[in-house]
Nanobody, 116 residues
Framework: QVQLVESGGGLVEPGGSLRLSCAAS????????MGWYRQAPGKQRELVAS???????NYGDSVKGRFTISGDNAKNTVYLQMNSLKTEDTAVYFC??????????WGQGTQVTVSS
C-alpha cells in the first residue's frame, strides 16, 4: 500500500505560478512512477506530468514548456512547478503513483484555481 498526500493548491492570477507537492508513504520501495493528473468540471481526468524513479519525465501537451515535474527520492516527494498559469489550468490536481506490480494509488486531490 502507498499513501499520497498533496499540498500547495490555491488561487492564483493568470500568468502566476504555483508549486504542488506530493509526499508518499508506505511501501515506498515498490514505487515505479509518480505523477500528476487533473480533472476540470465536466471533463475527463488527464495526465499533467509523470516521472519515473530513474528520472524519466513525461508531460501532457497542454503544459509542455510551462510545468516542470521533479522528484526527491530521499524525501519520497514529487513536485509540480507550474508557471505561466492559464484559466484553463483550473482543475483538481491529483497525485498518482504506479508500483512495480502495476498497482495504482491516488491522492485526495488539491484544487488549483486560476482567475483574476
Amino acid at each position: 500500500q502507498v499513501q499520497l498526500v498533496e499540498s500547495g493548491g490555491g488561487l492564483v492570477e493568470p500568468g502566476g505560478s504555483l508549486r504542488l507537492s506530493c509526499a508518499a508513504s508506505g511501501s515506498i520501495s515498490s514505487i515505479y512512477n509518480m505523477g500528476w493528473y487533473r480533472q476540470a468540471p465536466g471533463k475527463q481526468r488527464e495526465l499533467v506530468a509523470s516521472i519515473t524513479r530513474a528520472g524519466s519525465e513525461n508531460y501532457g501537451d497542454s503544459v509542455k514548456g510551462r510545468f516542470t515535474i521533479s522528484g526527491d527520492n530521499a524525501k519520497n516527494t514529487v513536485y509540480l512547478q507550474m508557471n505561466s498559469l492559464k484559466t484553463e489550468d483550473t482543475a483538481v490536481y491529483f497525485c498518482n503513483t504506479i508500483t512495480k506490480t502495476l498497482a495504482v494509488y491516488w491522492g485526495q486531490g488539491t484544487q488549483v484555481t486560476v482567475s483574476s
